[in-house]
């Protein structure tokens, strides 16, 4: 299925007012991870907003597909596209990392619609394969979904992972990741580069793809384009941009894990168009 004009321009815009809701309980929070919820947003909204089958008002659902955010700190983003889905009133971003708040500051199985509580690096593409493997011995037909940092499959027991939805075949697991070319501490080539990374999932009996991460028309394809792959999971790689619609985050290592003050928040809304 492929959308209108009009309709990517409506996801266009979504993908502009969510980064200002990002930035805003980031800042009022005073402290996340804006580099890479910027970057990993339009994947998350062409999820949500066309591919996967959720109910927001039961979001217990058992035939909705699972989404698993495996670069758990990068929550702003999951948590504002939720919000806006219905899973949680809006009026809850605003306390995100507060004490007593269930918004915290990885993603938490308290808040609705989130599947597993993840943080530590390395676990959501295990935690994907045993739903996916669970829901084969129940007959169940839903779809996995799990996200993963560039920085983040520098962990071995990601490859561990890739390698089991390999050897069982798993067509219903989808890994996406999010290719900003930038951690913590640098550029990701410069700690341990990875490349070249669709050749080594490839190897490991995925279906691979490449995208722009931040082209909705090209995200959209290859998800429908999972859909079609039999007998293999599917590894999607979104080329996307640290801190993206930001000039003065984007690529840069310093906004991974640091929260905008009020004049840098009015300066990212100028660029936005707020």
């Known amino acids: 299925m492929s959308l209108k004009s009009t309709d990517i321009d409506s996801l266009i815009e979504k993908a502009r007012h969510f980064r200002r809701e990002i930035l805003e309980m980031l800042t009022e929070a005073g402290s996340g991870h804006p580099g890479g919820s910027l970057s990993e947003l339009e994947v998350l909204i062409a999820l949500y907003y066309y591919k996967m089958k959720h109910k927001p008002d039961k979001p217990d659902w058992s035939q909705r597909d699972r989404f698993i955010l495996s670069k758990g700190h990068a929550c702003p983003a999951l948590y504002v596209v939720l919000a806006n889905r219905g899973f949680f009133p809006k009026d809850e971003l605003k306390t995100f990392r507060k004490l007593g708040s269930r918004l915290q500051g990885h993603v938490y199985t308290g808040v609705p619609g989130v599947e597993h509580n993840t943080g530590s690096l390395g676990q959501g593409l295990s935690v994907a394969n045993g739903i996916a493997l669970s829901a084969r011995i129940q007959g169940m037909n839903f779809n996995t979904y799990c996200l993963l940092g560039d920085g983040e499959i520098q962990e071995g027991s990601v490859w561990e992972s890739a390698m089991t939805s390999g050897h069982h075949k798993l067509d219903s697991v989808c890994a996406i990741l999010d290719c900003n070319k930038v951690q913590e501490n640098g550029p990701v080539k410069e700690i341990k580069n990875e490349e070249p990374i669709l050749d080594k999932w490839q190897d490991f009996g995925w279906h691979v793809i490449e995208v722009d991460g931040h082209n909705f028309s090209e995200i ?38 640091k929260a905008p003050d009020k004049e840098q928040l009015a300066a990212a809304l100028k660029e936005l168009g707020f």
Do not use: C, Y
């Open 220 to 257: 959209i394809n290859a998800l429908d384009e999972f859909d079609t792959v039999k007998d293999r999971p599917t590894f999607i790689k979104a080329n996307t941009v640290k801190g993206k619609g930001v000039s003065f985050m984007e690529g840069q290592a310093k906004w991974h894990g």
